[in-house]
């Protein structure tokens, strides 16, 4: 198990959203899953290998994105990588749109020096009252 797990998700997490949450760059997030085994499931929808993960990521309507992290948690696996669970609330800046909680985990597989995404499970936190 990897020693440092617990910085290596913080890190890879803040990286993350720089990137997806700016319209411009949200594509080349795409880059950082494994190009042909990484899974997304995006609010129950699942797209596998980054060409279908980028067109999802292209297609996803928000534009300008606030985002603020309740809770980042973070845990070893056994072959060296980390599973990351991030809670957390986003809203819409460029509409009057309310703020939506939202969940996501992902695991990560070492490669070389570094890491990709392998598994990432999406899903907004809504309640109907």
């Known amino acids: 198990m990897n020693p440092n797990f617990d910085a290596i998700g913080k ?21 950082m899953y494994h190009p042909t085994e990484a899974l997304l499931t995006f609010e129950g929808q699942q797209f596998q290998g980054v060409g279908a993960i980028k067109e999802k990521m292209k297609a996803i309507p928000l534009d300008n994105m606030a985002r603020q992290f309740t809770t980042i948690d973070c845990q070893p696996t056994v072959d060296g990588g980390v599973l990351v669970t991030v809670i957390g609330q986003l809203k819409n800046c460029s509409e009057n749109d309310k703020v939506m909680g939202f969940t996501q985990t992902f695991i990560l597989k070492p490669s070389n020096s570094s ?11 809504l309640h109907d009252c």
Do not use: C, G, M, W
Not at 11 to 31: C, G, I, L, N
């Open 11 to 31: 890190h890879f997490v803040h990286h993350y959203y720089s990137v997806f949450d700016e319209k411009s760059k949200r594509e080349t997030a795409a880059e």
């Open 115 to 125: 890491f990709f995404i392998h598994h990432d499970i999406f899903r907004l936190a």
